[in-house]
């Protein structure tokens, strides 16, 4: 296993972790650089091979995720933090960080949905848009994602 992407990507997962958490946004301050410095650091390291990788693993992000962005059910910078963490990893790893990162966000929602007063509620639509939806922020669903893509490789 390359080390290399692990550091960074870690590092980004945490902070947004953090983020997310406390203010239920992912800032483009924290994904927007790492998304750079993930496609810089596969051309540094490894040439224009190493470049198209990490555009394919942030690539790869933006087209399995921009339709869960447009239909409102998933914010930006989801989207923008897994593009970023494709960039580190590539898209066979973002791949496996993917679905893993859905099946942990399928397990904290059945978790949200256990609350008391939730599993009750009601709503016209199920977007973002509508403040009657039960909403979760996902980075650490992201993290743990893309922590078991390290553990599993």
Not at 111 to 123: E, H, N, S, T
Request: glycine share 12%; proline share 7%; aromatic share 6%.
């Amino acid at each position: 296993m390359e080390m290399l992407p692990m550091w960074p990507a870690v590092l980004l997962v945490s902070v947004a972790t953090l983020t997310d958490l406390r203010s239920r946004r992912i800032p483009n301050w924290l994904t927007i650089p790492f998304l750079a410095a993930g496609l810089v650091a596969g051309g540094v390291l490894h040439g224009l091979p190493g470049l198209a990788r990490s555009a394919a693993g942030a690539g790869l992000a933006v087209l399995l995720l921009a339709a869960f962005c447009l239909l409102r059910g998933m914010g930006w910078g989801d989207l923008k933090l897994c593009a970023a963490v494709g960039a580190w990893v590539g898209p066979g790893q973002l791949a496996f960080a993917l679905v893993a990162t859905g099946i942990a966000g399928g397990l904290m929602a059945m978790a949200a949905l256990l609350r008391p007063g939730v599993a009750g509620r009601k709503a016209a639509r199920l977007t973002l848009d509508d403040p009657a939806a039960v909403k979760m922020p996902y980075a650490p669903a992201i993290a743990i994602g893309t922590l078991f893509s390290f553990l599993a490789k």
